[in-house]
């Protein structure tokens, strides 16, 4: 009997947040989801739960800048099975007037996004080119494209991020590698967001914030595009939104 | 309740008609714009529950009164997919700048461009009552940007994608979801794929049905993550 596919999803924190959502949702599907993160609490819960809900789920504890570290996460999805869907959605958010901006803070964020995403990409892109078939995702922002004042560091970093996605999607597409890139435009209705602000969908209304499923929905519906019709990049932003 | 109804406006032989498949197999009542008879005759009987309309979209009286006729005979649609193309082989023919008929240019932003003003226009109001709706363009890379040979068709669909983002933009809080499918390649139908490239293979073409598809899954998108732009090409397209 063939083996089990997998799926890795680097940056997976809280339950209620995207990495865990899509987790979720890749496991529903019947893959064998590997979830990483660097919170030695949050994320073995999540692979619990999906357990407890029927899924096939691991947890690996690492950091998704350390070299070393996502090899170990790609390795422990390939010995499971073939792995044929990764998401990285690794990295946090930080806003500085510039002028006070630390260069150690603004190679941190770039560390988290930018080259977590060329590490997690490179490691997962060398199982899959070999047999002509994989997905690899990444989670975007706005900031993929502009820089909004205080957010320097973020902006650089998911430009960067970005860019590593459209070079991966031009050599690997011919052989078979699926690279998708979402621009997520608007507040997730994950825990980071709503720790910070509890009442954010109360006071804009409903459906005004993204739904970390339906964000995984669409990863899923990327995940499954037939070849002749791929998407590198699309935007994903709540109906109620100004852009 | 009778079926939604999904409007295709445009329903030629590759990617309108595939999208009328593929609506209709997931419970769409199917009105159709073409203006070629034959084919809407034999979309018809193949449906089932779909109609065919004769229009010529280059004609906007002719589009607006088209419309009302769809309006009662089968009810306000919920979706409308605006798939009319005016212009889009000429870049391979005699339409270098200066030997090409000015003209071209209007009648191309006519089917291309106005007449998805004027659609938009007719369906979106009832979509607003509803408080729900899709409006789905079919655009490609000459939205972005005019390569040799299509100065009388590039301006046309760049000025249809900012037409469709200043609906978004307009529509979109009021629970009209508009997006812009932009599709980088050749479309494999019968009648492109002996003019652009009789000679590639299959893995050189978008598939109607692959196209279909996506534009099924975004008319569908959770209104808490709706896309605007959203590009999709072959694997193995060189760009």
């Known amino acids: 009997m063939a083996k089990t596919e997998t799926a890795l999803v680097v940056g997976v924190g809280a339950s209620r947040g995207l990495g865990a959502a899509s987790a979720r949702r890749f496991a529903r599907e019947g893959l064998h989801v590997v979830v990483a993160g660097r919170n030695a609490e949050k994320v073995p819960r999540v692979a619990e739960e999906i357990c407890a809900a029927g899924g096939s789920a691991e947890a690996v504890i690492g950091d998704a800048a350390n070299e070393g570290d996502t090899i170990r996460f790609v390795e422990t999805a390939e010995a499971k099975g073939p792995l044929s869907l990764v998401l990285q959605n690794s990295g946090s958010n930080r806003r500085d007037p510039f002028l006070e901006l630390a260069s150690a803070d603004f190679e941190q964020i770039w560390r988290e996004h930018c080259l977590a995403g060329f590490l997690t990409g490179r490691e997962s892109a060398r199982r899959m080119v070999p047999r002509g078939r994989g997905t690899i995702l990444f989670t975007g922002a706005s900031g993929s494209l502009r820089g909004s004042a205080y957010y320097a560091a973020f902006a650089a970093a998911k430009a960067g991020l970005r860019a590593v996605a459209q070079s991966m999607a031009r050599e690997f597409g011919p052989k078979g590698i699926h690279v998708a890139h979402s621009i997520i435009d608007g507040g997730i209705a994950g825990d980071r967001f709503l720790s910070r602000f509890p009442d954010a969908e109360k006071e804009q209304g409903a459906d005004s914030l993204l739904s970390i499923d339906a964000i995984a929905e669409a990863y899923w519906q990327l995940h499954i595009q037939h070849r002749s019709a791929w998407t590198l990049e699309q935007d994903l932003r709540p109906w109620v939104e100004t852009f | ?239």
């Open chain 2, 1 to 239: 309740m009778g079926k939604p109804v999904c409007l295709i406006v445009g329903a030629g032989p590759g990617t309108g008609t595939e999208c009328a498949r593929r609506f209709a197999r997931d419970g769409y009542a199917i009105a159709m714009f073409a203006r070629n008879r034959e084919r809407l005759d034999e979309l018809e009987s193949e449906l089932g529950d779909a109609k065919g309309y004769v229009c010529d979209v280059s004609d906007l009286e002719q589009l607006v009164d088209t419309v009302h006729k769809v309006q009662s005979e089968m009810g306000p649609p919920e979706i409308l997919i605006h798939n009319a193309v005016s212009g889009v082989l000429e870049g391979g023919g005699a339409s270098t700048f200066l030997e090409s008929n000015p003209q071209r240019l209007e009648h191309n932003f006519r089917v291309n461009t106005t007449s998805l003003l004027y659609l938009a226009r007719e369906v979106a109001p009832a979509m607003i009552e509803a408080g729900r709706g899709a409006i789905l363009v079919t655009g490609n890379t000459s939205a972005m940007r005019g390569k040799a040979r299509f100065a009388y068709f590039a301006p046309t669909k760049a000025a249809q994608r900012i037409l469709a983002q200043s609906m978004a933009r307009d529509l979109g809080p009021k629970g009209v979801h508009v997006a812009y499918i932009l599709i980088d390649a050749a479309i494999d139908t019968p009648r492109t794929r002996p003019i652009i490239a009789a000679d590639k293979p299959d893995e050189f073409f978008c598939k109607p049905s692959a196209i279909a598809e996506e534009m099924f899954r975004v008319a569908h998108q959770d209104r808490s993550a709706w896309s605007f732009d959203v590009e999709i090409r072959p694997f193995g397209e060189n760009w």
